[in-house]
């Protein structure tokens, strides 16, 4: 699998390409698989970036997404890192998200449990605010220091 660092309208991206066949690519990006339709197919054999990962940096590729492989419930997109971020203080697993994007949350309130070494942390909002993103879903696994809401 090839990892990219992409930053759109200051916003940065991780993007992981997972497969490729044809013009349909599996992709994950923050974490999100999504299937995306290339516009034109790329041939992996040819294609040195899908088949060297010490390439370093690619050629940008006009994609038209499609719809995300599992159903995601609707919320509204804003970039991550609009606000405060909350950021892991152990490496886990994300058990439970307690919060939705839009909620308003107070100093202290339990936002997510995070599974690390077979206990359950509760992990609390650090500032009061309005949940502006959720960078995280329930099953990821994160580190410190990661990323994983962001309060506005």
Do not use: C, R, W
């Amino acid at each position: 699998m090839n990892k990219y660092q992409y930053k759109v309208k200051g916003v940065d991206y991780e993007v992981e390409i997972a497969e490729v066949e044809g013009n349909i690519a599996k992709v994950n990006v923050n974490g999100i698989p999504f299937e995306i339709e290339l516009q034109k197919p790329i041939n992996a054999a040819k294609h040195p970036t899908m088949n060297n990962p010490k390439v370093q940096s690619p050629q940008p590729a006009s994609v038209k997404v499609a719809q995300p492989m599992a159903p995601q419930p609707a919320q509204p997109v804003v970039p991550a890192g609009a606000g405060t971020p909350l950021k892991a203080p152990l490496p886990g697993t994300i058990v439970e998200i307690k919060v939705q994007i839009g909620q308003q949350v107070n100093v202290g309130d339990t936002v997510l449990v995070l599974e690390a070494m077979k206990m359950q942390n509760n992990i609390e909002a650090e500032t009061a605010g309005q949940v502006t993103s959720i960078v995280v879903k329930q099953g990821d696994t994160v580190m410190e220091g990661s990323v994983l809401l962001t309060i506005g």
